[in-house]
């Protein structure tokens, strides 16, 4: 029963700890930019780039920018998939596709960066980027000879309109939103003014969270502070107002929709702003940070009032859209890795993937490989993993497998390119996140970034001049 | 008329199917709909993106929203 109990607690502390310090300036803005990318970038803006006739070197970036630009959730990806594979670009811009949208989206990328840290999204998005258009050019070269005639059988197809520049504009200052609120540098974090409010009840209250959720740095419990939990109740009384006033935006604006985006801005400034508690009050200290992002959440609003009312409810319904969709499984996920991390010892961890060898780094990848989690709950197992001492190289190879290599991406894949297109892409992919791994945990233990790049670059090299002689050999062969 | 709504069940596409048939009630066309969610047929058409709008095998918007005002026109002038 006392276990029972032990679990449910670090359940509660692990969700408790997400929405106060990851949920609210983080993923609220990614949410908004999500949305925003969705309503108000026709996808045939990008798309335009991946034609058939495209040049290999406009190809291969558009197919990496609309993997991160699109396709947030799977239901994009697939029908894109297909469609620039059997219209477009071919095998190797569709490769590259897959295999940077689940990685590099802008929520994955925001998420990653707030809960592992600017590193860790940062060497995500490069080596999902090199690696991406790595293989879709292996890909391509090693199939060849099937892209050109299904190539010859396909279809010009429909060419569309461009983004316009309002909003683009828009999209821009919502992203400077998402990093104001997210980035640690001294300009962002340094303290501008304090103001003290006497407020007997704060301390006592701040004793009783840390009784009820302790810190545990080891452990990697953040606790809960209180402006942490105001931020937690500001959140659901959001959900709730959201729930028809963001649900049922694209019937009209109604008063709902006005009440909750109130309470956004007003939730986000307040999270901005840094409180502590004193021994006789609270001391609410003003940063850059505060700043910033009130400042960016004004210029939104004036922003905002010269789009067409069709526009902006196109963009609230699929802001809120996705947050029904990747939400409640996020918060389910961090819930039960709360729980799941109290069986695990960091002994088992430490002795499998401890230290950057090629044997940790497969683990990462075999793990990443044969469970399958939703969309982003990979951020919060990978927290988990690291806390209970992994070496940031597996970690990434994990990080890299994880989303590549669900059992759906799989299947999709399987049915739109065939069985041993998909194989060889899977082996290609469990391949490369081992060697990502491997070369971001020596990174990590100190190797210098150009040897690394050198060493990877002559690897790429050889594994594609492999390929070319083996094609030349063959195709000398057969005629 | 015949309408099509090319998806692969994503909200976007239910969302445009459901605004498709309100144009349509609301002015007394007489339309079937058909929502096809088989990529294979969906690649047919010249689409590289859903959702698509389909009339009378016709792609007249494919991978966004359009509006209602659009969809007006569309229907108004077969």
């Known amino acids: 029963m006392e276990l029972f109990y032990a679990a449910l607690q670090s359940g509660f502390a692990s969700l408790a700890s997400y929405l106060a310090a990851h949920v609210l300036l983080c993923l609220v803005p990614a949410f908004f930019v999500a949305g925003a990318l969705s309503a108000l970038v026709p996808q045939q803006s990008i798309v335009r780039f991946l034609g058939p006739d495209a040049p290999r070197w406009i190809a291969y970036p558009a197919a990496a920018g609309a993997g991160s630009l699109l396709a947030v959730c799977s239901c994009t990806v697939q029908p894109l998939f297909a469609g620039i594979y059997s219209k477009g670009a071919g095998l190797g811009p569709a490769i590259t596709f897959l295999f940077f949208a689940p990685a590099a989206n802008i929520l994955a990328l925001s ?6 840290g600017a590193d860790f999204a940062i060497a995500r998005l490069v080596l999902s980027l090199s690696f991406g258009i790595g293989i879709g050019m292996i890909m391509a070269l090693l199939f060849r000879g099937d892209d050109a005639t299904r190539l010859a059988n396909a279809a010009p197809f429909v060419s569309g309109e461009g983004i316009s520049r309002q909003s683009v504009i828009f999209l821009l200052t919502l992203i400077a939103l998402l990093v104001a609120g997210t980035l640690k540098i001294d300009l962002l974090t340094a303290q501008l003014t304090t103001f003290d409010f006497a407020l007997p009840a704060a301390l006592p209250a701040q004793q009783l969270l840390d009784r009820l959720l302790p810190v545990d740095a080891i452990k990697g419990n953040e606790g809960l502070s209180l402006q942490g939990v105001i931020l937690i109740f500001l959140l659901m009384l959001i959900g709730v107002t959201a729930l028809r006033g963001l649900g049922k935006v694209d019937e009209g604006f109604n008063w709902l929709t006005k009440l909750s985006l109130s309470l956004i801005v007003t939730t986000l400034i307040f999270a901005a702003l840094g409180i502590q508690t004193t021994a006789d009050g609270v001391m609410i200290a003003v940063t850059g940070r505060s700043i910033a992002v009130a400042a960016l959440l004004v210029l939104l609003i004036l922003l905002a009032r010269r789009f067409e009312a ?5 963009w609230l319904w699929e802001t809120w859209h ?11 996920g961090v819930f039960l890795v709360g729980i799941i991390r109290l069986f695990i010892h960091p002994e088992w961890i430490q002795a499998i993937a401890g230290t950057n060898t090629i044997t940790g780094n497969l683990a990462g990848v075999i793990f990443g490989v044969f469970m399958y989690f939703p969309t982003l709950v990979e951020v919060p197992i990978a927290k988990m993993f690291l806390s209970l001492g992994m070496h940031p190289g597996p970690l990434i190879a994990y990080l890299m497998a994880d989303p590549e290599l669900s059992l759906q991406s799989i299947l999709i894949t ?3 390119i ?6 060889t892409y899977v082996g290609f992919v469990a391949l490369f996140s081992t060697i990502s791994g491997l070369a971001y945990g020596a990174w990590v233990d ?4 150009a040897v690394l790049a050198l060493l990877i670059a002559t690897f790429v090299g050889l594994v594609i001049a492999t390929l070319y002689f083996v094609d030349k050999r063959r195709s000398s062969i057969t005629g | 008329m015949n309408i099509k709504i090319l998806g692969s069940g994503c909200a976007k596409c239910k969302r445009l199917e459901q605004l498709t048939r309100e144009v349509a009630i609301e002015h007394g066309i007489n339309a079937q709909f058909e929502h096809v969610y088989d990529i294979a047929k969906i690649m047919e058409y010249p689409v590289l993106s859903t959702p698509a709008l389909v009339i009378d095998e016709e792609v007249k918007v494919a991978g966004r929203m359009p509006s209602k005002d659009e969809i007006e026109h569309w229907l108004a002038k077969p």
Do not use: E, H, N, R
């Open chain 1, 322 to 332: 996705f947050v029904c969709l990747i939400f409640p499984l996020l918060i389910v």
């Open chain 1, 446 to 449: 100190g190797t210098p970034v």
């Open chain 1, 310 to 314: 069709w526009d902006l409810q196109q």
């Open chain 1, 418 to 423: 065939g069985k041993l297109k998909t194989w």
């Open chain 1, 414 to 416: 399987s049915v739109i």
């Open chain 1, 111 to 116: 998420y990653t960066g707030v809960a592992l």
